[in-house]
C-alpha cells in the first residue's frame, strides 16, 4: 500500500495508515479553491508561521540595542493565526 508524505514546519511525516488514499484527502472540483488552498496551507503551517515570525521578531529585538525612536520595531506586537491568514490573503 503506498504511503503519503509531507512535510510540516521542516519535518517530514509519512501516512501509513493503510484506510488514507489521496482520494479521500483531495477535493474535487466542486469544491471551492479554498478547499485545495486548505491542503498546502492548514491550522499547522499556519501556526508554524506564526510561531517562527514571533521567534524571529523577538529575537531581532532583543539583539538590537539602537532602535530608532520612530522605528515600526518599538511598536510590534505578537502576529497570530487570524492575522497571518489576512497576511496571505494580501499576498494571493
Not at 20 to 33: G, Q, T
Not at 55 to 68: H, K
Request: glycine letters at 6%; charged letters at 25%.
Amino acid at each position: 500500500m503506498g504511503q503519503i508524505v509531507g512535510f510540516l514546519c521542516g519535518q517530514k511525516f509519512v501516512c501509513t495508515n493503510p484506510d488514507v488514499k489521496v482520494n479521500d484527502i483531495v477535493p474535487d472540483a466542486s469544491h471551492p479553491p479554498s478547499a485545495f488552498y486548505g491542503l498546502f496551507v492548514d491550522d499547522d503551517v499556519i501556526q508554524c508561521m506564526v510561531d517562527e515570525t514571533n521567534r524571529n521578531a523577538e529575537q531581532v529585538l532583543e539583539s538590537t540595542d539602537d532602535i530608532p525612536l520612530k522605528s515600526r520595531l518599538k511598536s510590534w506586537h505578537d502576529t497570530d493565526a487570524s492575522e497571518m491568514q489576512q497576511f496571505i490573503g494580501l499576498l494571493m
